[in-house]
């Protein structure tokens, strides 16, 4: 599109986009930023920002919470484009307006008790005319379903497993509910309980890590754009790094929405290229199975197929597809001296593993790229492996397998876990050395749990690139 034209049509937007009447926010221009278009309500603080070349941002913050609940950036396309993303961000805001302002979550052995005090708790709620929402679950499926939850209340006979729900979900308020409330079914204590439960919560845990930096001298005159596609609770996220060619992060940022399509990283990076022109390559990193240089992966909604030669020839660039997690122990590695040989096991909640493999300094591949495929053993277990990856025990035990797996076939020095659901590396390390008794091995990988898989992501995903 013109330039020239592209400017009207984004005046046209901006002036649609200030005769939105809704009757469930409040739209003004900033007081205090001319370029800027702020959208609030009770629920939810939002803005739209028109910066220079037509790139227009949208952002909308929950009040409750203080976290981002989408965000992204685009270069000005067409009004039917730009409506449409507009209208994304519409549905946001309604989503956290029709949210309860306290989603409570009661869970039982089997979720049968729970499910007939939470069909009591709901007729409570409805008669006085609370802004709560009450559901039930068996101790089998809590992990899967706890995150879209603010309080999670352990009937007495699961109440054992307060303080490993509580490690796993950080800065979620778990609650013992007493005995004497669930026996009796009494919903107004139950209530009462919650509500002043949640006056002394406190939100401890931020996650917020430090960017990692490479260890590993890497010789390069390339300036990478490092892109990381990755779903966390009920968001999904383009996270982008660009770093120059001696490795220092010139620019860091994120995307937020509840899915992505192939049209939102086209349009991050669209606007991303556009303003950083000193972009040599683009390396993206992504869940899923290597295939002729492409990541067939299932978090791009739609697909997407042949991504590797759209981006060659849409940015007459380098391009770089890369499996998230042979990025990670790359990454891993890269960031310290001590070992070099190991393993990155990433064991989600729900769903199948990955793995990548260094030894001696180098990322195994294998054949088609199938190297660290873990979900291809035929590992013997107690359950179905899905089953299994929904508890703290049962992940244990597939980590365990994996693990024993690794060690059978490359018997790295060190092997890196990320798993939300394994609480302690010690007892992987035990279950290893139980396991291993049988032939007097004296010497064992070390087992290393790490609480963030991102940073290692996207500085493998520089490394790979740019060592290229």
């Known amino acids: ?240 790094r660009l770093y120059n060619s001696h490795q220092d992060i010139v620019l860091d940022s994120n995307i937020i929405k509840s899915n992505i399509k192939l049209q939102d990283v086209l349009d991050a990076l669209d606007t991303v290229v556009l303003q950083n022109e000193m972009i040599d390559v683009i390396s993206i990193a992504l869940p899923g199975v290597m295939v002729e240089g492409n990541v067939y992966s299932g978090i791009i909604e739609g697909g997407n197929h042949q991504l590797k030669e759209r981006l060659e020839k849409r940015y007459e660039k380098e391009i770089y597809l890369i499996n998230d997690v042979n990025a990670a122990v790359v990454g891993y590695y890269a960031s310290q001296n001590e070992y070099k040989s190991l393993a990155f096991l990433f064991q989600p909640i729900g769903r199948m593993a990955g793995s990548g493999i260094v030894v001696n300094g180098q990322l195994v591949r294998g054949m088609d790229h199938l190297a660290g495929e873990v979900a291809l053993l035929p590992l013997k277990l107690s359950d179905s492996y899905l089953n299994l990856a929904n508890t703290p025990e049962g992940t244990l035990e597939l980590v365990t397998k994996n693990i024993m797996s690794i060690i059978a076939i490359v018997s790295p020095e060190a092997i890196v876990v990320y798993s939300d659901l394994i609480l302690d590396s010690q007892d992987v390390s035990d279950e290893i050395k139980k396991s291993l008794s049988q032939y007097s091995l004296k010497v064992y990988p070390k087992i290393i749990k790490v609480e963030n898989i991102l940073e290692y992501i996207l500085l493998g995903t520089m490394i790979l690139s740019a060592k290229e």
């Open 1 to 240: 599109m013109d330039d020239f034209l592209r400017e009207i049509q984004t005046s046209l937007f901006r002036e649609w986009i200030n005769n939105q009447k809704k009757d469930y926010y409040h739209l003004h221009q900033s007081e205090t930023d001319p370029d800027a278009i702020i959208i609030e309500n009770e629920y939810c603080y939002s803005y739209v920002t028109f910066n220079p070349q037509c790139i227009i941002e949208l952002c909308v913050m929950n009040k409750r919470t203080d976290e981002m609940a989408f965000y992204l950036h685009f270069q000005f396309k067409t009004l039917k484009h730009a409506i449409s993303l507009f209208e994304e961000m519409d549905q946001c805001i309604k989503k956290m307006i029709d949210q309860p302002i306290c989603r409570l979550l009661l869970c039982c052995s089997g979720g049968m008790t729970t499910a007939f005090f939470a069909d009591k708790i709901k007729n409570g709620i409805k008669v006085l005319n609370l802004n709560m929402e009450v559901a039930a679950t068996s101790y089998q499926k809590i992990y899967n379903v706890a995150q879209n939850y603010d309080v999670i209340l352990l009937a007495p006979q699961v109440s054992y497993v307060k303080l490993q729900v509580e490690k796993v979900f950080k800065n979620k308020l778990v609650l013992k509910i007493p005995t004497q409330i669930f026996a009796s079914y009494n919903v107004g204590a139950l209530i009462t309980f919650v509500e002043e439960s949640l006056k002394h919560k406190e939100n401890k845990y931020n996650g917020y890590v430090e960017p990692l930096a490479s260890m590993m001298e890497i010789k390069t005159n390339k300036n990478v754009l490092a892109v990381s596609i990755n779903a966390n609770g009920e968001n999904s996220h383009i996270s982008y």
